[in-house]
């Protein structure tokens, strides 16, 4: 098996991504605080991903490791290709009279929480290429 190909890797990947764009949205947002009529942008990506995996309640994802496998008919490897995050603009509120809805406190809270999340999504990473490098060691 392919490390390219590894649906974990890649889910991991296209999360960090996500998280980056999120990153770069908040530095945006934060950086034009005194712009009049600016609205600041957040990053959709979660959402997309929860649709697209199967819901785990109703049964256990299959892996198909072997050409003699049965085909799982779940799509979940070709979507990720597709998964990516999508930046919209937020227009519900407005706080200030010129117009920029842009919220310093709220943006750090964003921040911070994109920071965790980035961390542990690495930390998943890391340990999943860790576990793929020992079983290639003792495969030899």
Do not use: C, W
Not at 103 to 132: C, F, G
Request: glycine letters at 2%.
């Amino acid at each position: 098996m392919s490390i390219a190909k590894d649906t974990t890797l890649r889910l991991l990947e296209k999360g960090l991504d996500a998280l980056s764009a999120r990153q770069t949205a908040v530095a945006n947002n934060v950086a034009n605080v005194e712009t009049p009529n600016y609205k600041a942008v957040d990053v959709k990506f979660e959402s997309y991903l929860r649709k697209m995996l199967p819901d785990s309640s109703s049964s256990l994802p299959l892996a198909r490791t072997s050409p003699l496998h049965l085909d799982n008919s779940g799509r979940l490897g070709a979507d990720i290709d597709s998964l990516a995050p999508v930046a919209y603009k937020r227009t519900q509120n407005t706080l200030r009279r010129d117009g920029n809805n842009v919220d310093v406190e709220r943006e750090m809270v964003i921040l911070a929480e994109t920071a965790l999340r980035y961390q542990a999504i690495s930390t998943l990473a890391s340990k999943k290429l860790a576990l793929l490098r020992m079983v290639a060691q003792e495969s030899r």
